[in-house]
């Protein structure tokens, strides 16, 4: 039971059990060979001490100290409740491109699963409801019907009536209620058919979205020219003018009433976006204006923003690949035409450029001027769908057994850290997180860790203090093998 926090501080490391483990085995194997008298002691502890060094600091327990900033999250309080935090472009532009060093930590510094989602949702399906007649009354020139929404519905904003009746002219108009009493106006439209004489129907109502459980239909002839008990339709469009005649006043038999939600042909997209402003332009040497963007933000396009009125340039645009030495190597992504010509009445203007992933932090865009005075960029703004961090908030957060949850710590912008693995994504993911109920958190603060040191510092106190761990040890091996020596000297009575 004792050795219980040193093995969780072990399984929270990412991929560095193995390396542990070795050392470990390489412990019990030099205790052997001491027994043994197989190997010398010394030179044997001495690779031991120097295998300790080469064991990554990510296998002992992440705290705060660990990540150059965080951001604490105080409003996720309710146990085994699903929380959304909106990912601010200030932590994206200090996180590593991908959120790879994102980690977010219990009071215990205990790891939290976490998936990072867009703010994207699909388009909405089109639902259908069976209105209930409750009440018909009619007379030789207007009908009353009141219809109920089922128990569970959508804001509807259309009604179909289903009518096998032909040759027909109404006046419809709609009204709903939340109580059977008073009745607000929702439209007025008109419904006919004239299919006997042209390939003309109407019987269904639009208006805007409406969460009434009750509505009152009131149909009644419409006001047209009328010659003895028949009617007359005069129509005229774009040039057609047709005309229809014996179109009778009469009852029609309402079959059905259907409501149905609003149709939303595409799916709704949430944006964040970053303005970079007094940005360093320079020349190259073929008059070619170069400008450099530095940011870990997701970008998908990027608008410039020119102090030129009238300009028609092919910009080049370049992307930032890390590499062993530190140097970014750029590689060439596509090129895009930008232009603008506010002439009055035919103006035309495009400034936005796509952009790829980008697994550095830099984009380079260059501005082909040709013979034209050099393009003045005066910012760019980079564009990306908005992302949101989910996770749960479980009860008894933390080894503490606490009751209450909460206490959690966003942590980012820890160099050398491997995207982590959660089950939590085969739950919650892109297909699916709008169907659950999650709450949002408010706003949080980022801080700086004033005592973050660079993991290049952290090995390089783990050496000095590996090197005092050995000249420790030796001198207390040496201590005690004098003392060893000393007492066989000393005769025992």
């Given at each position: ?24 085995k ?11 008298g ?23 327990a ?14 996720a ?5 699903l ?61 009353e ?20 009746d ?6 419809a ?25 042209v ?9 805007s ?5 009750l ?15 028949q ?8 040039g ?6 014996g ?13 149905s ?13 970053k ?41 080049d645009?370049y992307y ?8 970014d ?62 996770f749960?908030s ?23 850290l491997k ?16 169907e ?58």
């Amino acid at each position: 039971m004792n050795n219980q926090p040193t093995v969780n501080k072990i399984r929270r490391g990412q991929g560095v059990c193995d390396p542990l483990q070795g050392v470990l085995k390489g412990a019990r194997s030099i205790l052997e060979r001491k027994r043994s008298g197989a190997a010398p002691f010394f030179p044997s502890l001495l690779l031991l001490l120097v295998c300790l060094l080469m064991v990554p600091v990510s296998i002992f327990a992440l705290t705060p100290a660990d990540f150059q900033y965080s951001a604490e999250i105080k409003d996720a309080t309710r146990p085994n409740t699903l929380y959304r935090i909106h990912l601010t472009p200030e932590m994206l532009d200090k996180c590593s491109p991908g959120c790879n060093d994102l980690r977010l930590l219990d009071k215990d510094n205990n790891d939290v699963p976490y998936v990072i989602l867009q703010d994207i949702l699909p388009a909405d399906k089109v639902e259908t409801y069976a209105l209930q007649i409750t009440h018909y009354e009619a007379t030789d020139t207007q009908a009353e019907i009141i219809m109920k929404m089922p128990d569970t519905y959508r804001p509807v904003s259309a009604i179909e009536l289903s009518i096998a009746d032909r040759d027909f002219n109404k006046k419809a108009v709609l009204y709903a209620s939340r109580n059977g009493t008073d009745w607000d106006f929702i439209t007025q439209e008109g419904i006919y058919d004239f299919t006997s004489q042209v390939d003309l129907r109407k019987t269904r109502l639009q208006f805007s979205a409406s969460d009434y459980p009750l509505y009152r239909l009131i149909l009644t002839d419409a006001d047209i020219t009328t010659e003895g008990s028949q009617q007359t339709i005069h129509l005229k469009y774009e040039g057609l003018d047709f005309s229809a005649f014996g179109v009778k006043n009469k009852r029609v038999r309402i079959n059905t009433v259907k409501a149905s939600t609003a149709a939303t042909a595409q799916q709704r997209v949430v944006y964040d976006q970053k303005v970079f402003n007094d940005l360093p332009a320079k020349l190259d040497d073929r008059k070619n204006t170069i400008v450099m963007v530095e940011s870990a933000v997701p970008a998908t396009s990027a608008t410039l923003e020119t102090s030129n009125p009238y300009y028609y340039r092919k910009v080049d645009v370049y992307y930032a690949i890390p590499t062993q030495r530190g140097i970014d190597s750029y590689a060439f992504y596509a090129t895009h035409y930008v232009y603008s010509f506010p002439l009055v009445g035919q103006g035309a203007s495009k400034d936005y450029l796509d952009l790829p992933p980008n697994p550095g932090r830099q984009y380079k865009f260059v501005v082909n001027n040709a013979s034209n005075p050099p393009l003045i960029v005066k910012s760019v703004v980079l564009s990306w769908v908005k992302r949101d961090l989910f996770f749960v908030s479980l009860k008894g957060a933390g080894r503490t057994g606490n009751n209450d949850s909460g206490g959690y710590v966003l942590c980012f912008g820890g160099s050398g850290l491997k995207a982590p693995q959660y089950d939590l994504a085969s739950f919650i993911n892109q297909g699916n997180y709008f169907e659950k109920p999650f709450e949002s958190v408010g706003s949080v603060v980022v801080a700086s860790n004033a005592g973050y040191k660079p993991p290049a510092q952290q090995l390089s106190q783990r050496v000095e203090k590996a090197i005092l761990t050995v000249v420790v040890v030796a001198l207390v091996v040496l201590i005690g093998f004098w003392i060893y020596k000393l007492s066989k000297n000393v005769p025992w009575r």
